[in-house]
């Protein structure tokens, strides 16, 4: 079982940045950020594969986000700068056992999901 706690998110203008942790308890091999905006379906931002020293980040955050981990806190981190009116979303972590790289940004190939954090980016 892998328990995944989410936080950092809140509300910053366009044009700021803001950082959202993710502290994980138990085993993952792969572990991904997704959003969820009010009446849009769950997209894959960015994902972290340690084993094999990958990150993956979704087409409309690149350059902007970047995705890290910190072993030793149990951490992993989305690094959000230049935010957009566009990326207000529910934000949420999420890991899978399996290392199946050219999925990471499909929601159904992980196992664990946190609670969710709330980013708002006003205009």
């Known amino acids: 079982q892998v328990q995944l706690v989410e936080s950092g998110g809140g509300s910053v203008q366009s044009g700021g940045s803001l950082r959202l942790s993710c502290v994980a308890s138990?085993?993952?091999?792969?572990m991904g950020w997704f959003r969820q905006a009010p009446g849009k379906s769950r997209e894959g931002v960015a994902a972290?594969?340690?084993?094999?020293?990958?990150?993956y980040l979704a087409d409309s955050v690149k350059g902007r986000f970047t995705i890290s981990q910190d072993k030793a806190k149990n951490t992993v981190y989305l690094q959000m700068n230049s935010l957009k009116s566009e990326d207000t979303a529910m934000y949420y972590c999420?890991?899978?056992?399996?290392?199946?790289?050219?999925?990471?940004?499909?929601?159904?190939?992980?196992?664990?999901w946190g609670q969710g954090t709330q980013v708002t980016v006003s205009s």
């Open positions: 999420a890991a899978r056992r399996s290392n199946a790289a050219s999925l990471w940004y499909l929601q159904g190939t992980y196992n664990y």
């Open positions: 138990g085993y993952w091999v792969f």
């Open positions: 972290i594969y340690p084993a094999g020293n990958s990150i």
